[in-house]
């Protein structure tokens, strides 16, 4: 919905903000750091590692698979009292909103590292990749105006609820792929000669670089999956379906 008031009776909306973006929709607040990660990720300047004859116990040692950890933060919803900032901006801009789900779909990777060494040179690796999906559980804020209405406020918590579905089944289902494909992803990438030209720290971006868009590349058709089933509820048709159970 792209308009400030509401065509609904009672001006009811169910109201989506973007973080970031505060592009404005219907039911959900979205992260969206990771699509500009992207974009940063996909102009970032590649690098060209001066060759170093290792010896091969040390590439060996260099080319270990790092251990791959993936977590997920609760989908299980809170229903909170306090309006999220999405809201409060969203109102301040004209918008009438009867719920809101707040959510998380980035993921957050952080690393462990390995530096070795012996006489023919050394090297970093990629001890342990922890990639997190989500900092926070889903929350649900619901307007103090429709308490007073039980059927107004049973039609948008089971709508607000249809939010959180999609949103489980895109964790759930981004925590399988990062399970199965994420190690066929970046085997044999997580580790990089330093010969003396070579910043230990360059070398750690440039490993940090290859495994984020690894997991953006399993991540990315699954949020759009997920936004498209949010769009395809938060329609006016679907609103006013939903409006007609209460007799609005």
Same mark, same amino acid.
């Given at each position: 919905? @792209?308009?400030?008031?509401?065509?609904?009776?009672?001006?009811?909306?169910?109201?989506?903000?973007?973080?970031?973006?505060?592009?404005?929709?219907?039911?959900?607040?979205? *992260?969206?750091?990771?699509?500009?990660?992207?974009?940063?990720?996909?102009?970032?300047?590649?690098?060209?590692?001066?060759?170093?004859?290792?010896?091969?116990?040390?590439?060996?040692?260099?080319?270990?698979?790092?251990?791959?950890?993936?977590?997920?933060?609760?989908?299980?919803? +809170?229903?909170?009292?306090?309006?999220?900032?999405?809201?409060?901006?969203?109102?301040?801009?004209?918008?009438?909103?009867?719920?809101?789900? +707040?959510?998380?779909?980035?993921?957050?990777?952080?690393?462990?590292?390995?530096?070795?060494?012996?006489?023919?040179?050394?090297?970093?690796?990629?001890?342990?990749?922890?990639?997190?999906?989500?900092?926070?559980?889903?929350?649900?804020?619901?307007?103090?105006?429709?308490?007073?209405?039980?059927?107004?406020?049973?039609?948008?918590?089971?709508?607000?609820?249809? @939010?959180?579905?999609?949103?489980?089944?895109?964790?759930?289902?981004?925590?399988?792929?990062?399970?199965?494909?994420?190690?066929?992803?970046?085997?044999?990438?997580? @580790?990089?000669?330093?010969?003396?030209?070579?910043?230990?720290?360059?070398?750690?971006?440039?490993?940090?670089? *290859?495994?984020?868009?690894?997991?953006?590349?399993?991540?990315?058709?699954?949020?759009?999956?997920?936004?498209?089933?949010?769009?395809?509820?938060?329609?006016?048709? @679907?609103?006013?379906?939903?409006?007609?159970?209460?007799?609005?």
């Amino acid at each position: 919905m @792209h308009t400030p008031k509401s065509k609904f009776p009672n001006d009811y909306t169910f109201c989506m903000t973007q973080r970031d973006t505060r592009d404005l929709d219907f039911g959900t607040v979205l *992260r969206t750091t990771f699509f500009m990660l992207a974009l940063l990720l996909s102009s970032a300047p590649t690098f060209a590692w001066s060759a170093q004859k290792l010896s091969p116990s040390l590439s060996a040692q260099c080319a270990r698979a790092p251990q791959v950890i993936i977590r997920a933060q609760s989908t299980q919803a +809170k229903i909170v009292r306090n309006q999220p900032t999405g809201a409060r901006s969203a109102l301040r801009a004209g918008w009438r909103i009867q719920g809101l789900t +707040k959510f998380d779909r980035d993921t957050h990777v952080t690393f462990q590292w390995e530096k070795i060494r012996d006489r023919s040179g050394s090297c970093i690796r990629v001890k342990e990749i922890q990639v997190m999906i989500g900092e926070h559980q889903p929350n649900i804020w619901l307007a103090p105006s429709i308490t007073h209405n039980a059927c107004l406020r049973e039609v948008v918590l089971a709508h607000e609820l249809e @939010h959180v579905a999609h949103h489980k089944t895109y964790s759930d289902q981004l925590k399988r792929a990062l399970n199965r494909k994420l190690r066929f992803l970046i085997r044999g990438r997580m @580790h990089l000669p330093l010969a003396s030209s070579t910043s230990e720290s360059a070398a750690k971006k440039e490993l940090e670089r *290859r495994a984020k868009l690894a997991v953006l590349k399993l991540q990315k058709p699954l949020e759009h999956a997920a936004r498209q089933k949010d769009r395809r509820i938060d329609t006016p048709q @679907h609103y006013a379906q939903e409006l007609a159970k209460c007799g609005l």
